[in-house]
């Protein structure tokens, strides 16, 4: 998922952080990505 492979901070409260910043980039990835594939209506 966007060449992500191993967390770079220590600690699960940071660890959590870096997930969910690593899920909202895919997840805006996508969007903009479905977006420009989307019927013009």
Not at 3 to 23: A, D, I, N, Q, Y
């Amino acid at each position: 998922m966007l060449g992500f492979r191993r967390f770079s901070l220590r600690g699960l409260e940071k660890v959590s952080l870096e997930w969910t910043l690593v899920c909202v980039s895919y997840n805006l990835k996508r969007l903009f990505t479905l977006k420009n594939f989307a019927p013009a209506a």
